[in-house]
């Protein structure tokens, strides 16, 4: 029985590119989709093909206003979950000090715990503070949320960095400021970058915790949200075929170059 | 060699100060938590007291809320809610089995077979975060549509009725019921299972393959008893990551199922930002998280030592 | 091509020591390196002997002690501010950085704007001309080891600290590099202290050799003084193998000790016993295994006299190109060593054949018989 063998042999590849197949659906879906040209308000059923999307990506009211919004909000998110994620990282790693355990807790727990539930208490918060629902209640909530994803990032990082590089640098004239900026930061870079990729994806994606705390105010995820309510314009399908497509490209550019570079220095 | 006998320049004078360095760290760890860790207790602890307050609050939206000590209201919350709270748990768990399931040959795949395909499948299994999870659910509507090819295949094979008789489906269609959603939750977790198994099997050295078989283990029985216990790390994290913000979830009960498909997430979500009962939907909040933590606890203790193998 | 030594490059450690809560790593401990030499620091693991390299560095702070570098109080200057650098353990050179940029760092630091002269010089010292661009992790290990030679000498310190500069690298390699750095110490003339636990590295390398441990220096010295006339039964075990026979003192003859030794007598010159030699007093006589010579018993009455003599029957012989090892079943001790160069072999040396040990009463050694007599062998190491 040759093939029930060959079938045998290939089985954990022929299961895992079906998960993959089944990963990647949905995609296909979305791109086919964005040439579709719907007959009512909802995109969910094959017509005829269609470029008109394409060539009018912001035909639909309010969309990418909502886009251009979430792109704000999510780089302002990164910066500042980056930048207090850091700082946390780094006096996990280096420093001794007391109610470790607590801080560490503190920092676990906002990934162990359902979105829904820290969007209505955050929403409690407001209510209770009388704040204004709206941009920065939103990027407080993103901060909130990206921080620990960041500290876990970094703290890797940081961890497996070797003491001894920085005692280097300290013994080469290097003060403690120099250390820092010409050593220790370069060399966390790739934690700290991995960090602020993460803090932009979950920012840019997050739709329970910005739903709660929005007011008013209408996110991209938020738009396809209220779209799936109302009707589904395809311009929502481009943006998301046009996303996943810079995504990989920009992930294979990046691959190529590093690789072209090390076989120049090889 | 004249360039070692050239004087080097002059360092700083030796003043001998009294440890410098150390009296100025002594309290960088503490400026370094600050800001961060003040931003966790104001916007994730303390709204957490709120809403423990909250819950035992009494009131209305016109006249205001008064802490009264009205705990009736996890009661009376917990009567009317016990199915979606039962529905999330059981949900959420069908999910996290099936994300294993799918998820674990995938990221052995990408582990140890791959070969030079390693980064391409990786960069496929991320991508797809980038065009929003909202977009890509709604996919899920066409792909499961009652005159597509999915539910067309399933009724000619008679899965259907199977499925019917199960409670997974009902009619001749898949949308809006329990497996639409379970379907959705799954799909929309399974990185999260992907990427900590095929770390944790990443790490595991190749060379315990061949032991294994040299010291006569079968294929599967390697499986079994070298590259699952090893993999046990990822797993736990795995399905961590895929049963909570699964159990919490409910846009895909909303996109994908009905009514009699809603979860404690569709609750929650309704009482406060329809219907604004606050306490109520504290109090759920509250007997959800609760929940997870007792859970998450439990499941990491069971699986923390011993009971790895 | 020397400095002229005016004492600035002496290391003068005096009472440092260093405690971890309740651990002591470094006892009390009176240094003085000479400017120019080549020092090493030489113990097991855990002997506090990087503990103490890292004080002079400026990476740990002493607990109690000063050290001076000439007359220059460094105890509590900043490693960035003391005129001497180091070559660390797996070498910690930086990453992200090219070998170019590695080198030039300590330069650019002290804000020197044209390094790439002196780079380039110091680059070619170490035979890393080509490898300029590259990135560390593309050199091979002998190579980052003397990019992290050159990274500290092109600071012109005034002392160079060696952390187990060459464990990283493999057996042949290491001896070339032992070699090199001898070479690279004679040319600059710079004070080098090295830390290491290979007791062959220090003896072919260093000028002076302190052996240190459980955080004490036990003996200071030469390698050959160290070697031939140990003071302790670590220096013996540790450096070197030593044969360790129990004795008692029972008369002084001149200016030798007559021992008593299971029912034959020894001869040990009074004047390298470091142990008290009251009559009645007990003593552990030492003999190094190659200066024993070998004589099959029916040749014991061709044995000059003179001659400290033990008998014994071959228990175990490998045979290793230059040199047989034999290992002697004694009614004064279970398993001695005796290492017999080849060159001329006596068939009959064979395991289970009765012989007589002899050597010159010179050679011998005697140590307090109130220390543990395992201290420092590999065994004793290892536990």
Avoid at chain 1, 174 to 197: K, M, N, W
Avoid at chain 1, 216 to 245: D, E, H, K
Avoid at chain 2, 29 to 40: A, D, T
Wanted: proline share 5%; aromatic share 10%; hydrophobic share 45%.
């Amino acid at each position: 029985m040759p093939f029930v063998n060959w079938l045998k042999r290939r089985l954990v590849v022929i299961a895992g590119l079906l998960t993959l197949a089944y990963l990647l659906l949905p995609n296909v879906v979305v791109t086919v989709f964005s040439f579709n040209k719907p007959k009512g308000r909802f995109n969910y059923e094959w017509q005829r093909f269609s470029t008109d999307a394409w060539k009018d990506p912001c035909g639909v009211a309010d969309m990418c206003g909502s886009l251009s919004l979430s792109l704000q909000i999510a780089l302002w998110a990164t910066v500042g979950a980056t930048v207090l994620g850091t700082m946390i990282s780094f006096a996990l790693v280096r420093y001794r000090f007391r109610a470790r355990g607590a801080v560490n807790s503190l920092i676990f727990l906002p990934m162990a715990m359902p979105e829904v539930v820290m969007a209505a208490s955050l929403l409690t918060l407001f209510l209770n503070m009388g704040a204004q629902l709206g941009f920065w209640t939103i990027l407080i909530a993103h901060i909130m949320f990206c921080l620990s994803f960041v500290v876990t990032a970094v703290k890797a990082r940081v961890m497996s960095m070797d003491p001894r590089l920085e005692e280097a640098a300290r013994d080469l004239y290097a003060g403690p400021v120099q250390t820092f900026l010409r050593v220790t930061l370069p060399i966390a870079a790739p934690g700290i970058a991995a960090g602020a990729l993460l803090s932009f994806a979950l920012s840019f994606d997050d739709f329970i915790i910005t739903n709660f705390n929005a007011g008013s105010t209408v996110t991209f995820p938020m738009f396809v949200w209220g779209s799936a309510q109302r009707g589904t314009p395809v311009q929502i399908n481009v943006i998301g075929t046009a996303m996943f497509l810079v995504a990989v490209l920009l992930v294979l550019s990046s691959m190529v170059i590093t690789h072209r570079r090390n076989k120049q220095k090889a | 060699m004249s360039t070692l006998t050239e004087a080097p320049p002059p360092l700083a004078p030796a003043t001998p100060e009294k440890k410098p360095a150390r009296r100025r760290g002594r309290f960088t760890p503490y400026w370094l938590l600050l800001p961060g860790m003040l931003w966790l207790i104001v916007f994730f602890a303390l709204p957490m007291i709120y809403q423990a307050s909250t819950s035992v609050q009494q009131g209305s939206l016109e006249e205001g809320y008064k802490v009264t000590w009205h705990f009736a209201t996890y009661w009376d919350a917990l009567a009317a809610y016990w199915p979606q709270f039962l529905r999330s748990v059981s949900y959420a768990a069908a999910a996290t089995v099936l994300c294993l399931l799918l998820g674990y040959p995938l990221a052995y795949l990408i582990a140890f077979r791959a070969g030079r395909w390693k980064n391409l499948i990786m960069i496929l299994v991320i991508a797809p975060f980038f065009t929003s999870f909202l977009i890509r659910t709604l996919a899920w509507k066409t792909i499961l549509a009652d005159n597509g090819v999915v539910v067309h295949t399933l009724n000619s094979l008679h899965l259907l009725d199977l499925t019917n008789w199960l409670g997974w489906t009902a009619g001749d269609r898949v949308l809006a019921t329990p497996l639409a959603v379970v379907c959705g939750l799954t799909y929309n977790f399974l990185p999260f299972m992907i990427l900590p198994l095929y770390t944790s099997l990443e790490r595991i050295d190749g060379r315990l393959h061949e032991a294994a078989g040299d010291l006569y283990a079968r294929p599967w029985t390697t499986f079994r008893k070298v590259t699952f216990p090893l993999s046990m790390p990822g797993v736990v994290s795995g399905t961590l990551l895929t049963f909570i913000p699964a159990a919490g979830d409910y846009v895909n009960a909303e996109l994908l199922g009905s009514t009699d498909t809603r979860m404690i997430g569709n609750v929650i979500q309704t009482q406060f930002l329809r219907i604004l009962d606050y306490p109520t939907a504290a109090a759920l909040s509250f007997i959800l998280m609760a929940a997870i933590l007792a859970m998450v606890t439990l499941y990491i203790r069971r699986s923390g030592t011993e009971d790895l193998v | 091509m020397k400095t002229t030594p005016d004492n600035s490059g002496d290391v003068r450690l005096s009472g440092i020591s260093k405690t971890y809560g309740s651990f002591t790593a470094v006892h009390p401990l009176d240094l003085t390196v000479p400017e120019g030499s080549f020092f090493a620091l030489l113990g097991a693991s855990g002997c506090g002997k990087t503990t103490t390299l890292r004080m002079i560095a400026g990476l740990e702070e002493p607990t109690t002690g000063t050290v001076r570098l000439g007359d220059q109080d460094v105890t509590h200057l900043p490693p960035y501010k003391r005129p001497v650098n180091t070559v660390f353990q797996s070498y910690a050179l930086f990453p992200h950085l090219d070998i170019f940029e590695n080198v030039a760092f300590g330069l650019r630091r002290r804000g020197i704007k044209s390094v790439k002269k002196q780079v380039e010089e110091m680059l070619e010292l170490v035979q890393l001309g080509e490898q300029a661009r590259k990135k560390p992790h593309q050199l091979s290990g002998g190579q980052q080891q003397r990019v992290a030679v050159a990274r500290a000498l092109i600071n012109h310190p005034k002392v160079l600290l060696l952390d187990e500069p060459l464990g990283a690298l493999d057996l042949k390699l290491r001896r070339q590099m032992q070699l090199e750095l001898k070479r690279i110490q004679t040319e600059v003339g710079i004070t080098f202290v090295h830390v290491t636990h290979d007791q062959e590295e220090a003896m072919t390398m260093a000028d002076t050799v302190a052996v240190m441990n459980g955080g004490r220096v036990e003996q200071l010295g030469s390698p050959a003084d160290l070697y031939e006339n140990p003071q302790s039964t670590f220096v013996a075990n540790f450096l070197g193998t030593s044969n360790l026979i129990e004795a008692e003192v029972d008369t002084k003859n001149g200016d030798d000790l007559v021992l008593k030794a299971g029912g034959g007598k020894l001869v040990l010159p009074e004047a390298r016993c470091s142990a008290p030699t009251t009559a009645g007093g007990k003593v552990l006589v030492g003999i190094r295994p190659e200066k024993i010579s070998l004589t099959h018993a029916d040749d014991a009455g061709e044995i000059p006299a003179g001659r400290n003599r033990l008998t014994g029957k071959i228990a175990d012989a490998s045979f290793i190109g230059v040199s047989t090892q034999y290992v002697i079943d004694s009614p004064v001790c279970d398993e001695l060593a005796v290492y017999v160069q080849n060159v001329e072999r006596d068939g009959r040396l064979v395991p289970g054949a009765d012989v007589v040990l002899h050597w010159n009463p010179a050679h011998t050694f005697g140590l307090d018989a109130a220390q543990d007599i395992d201290a420092g062998t590999e065994e004793e190491v290892a536990a």
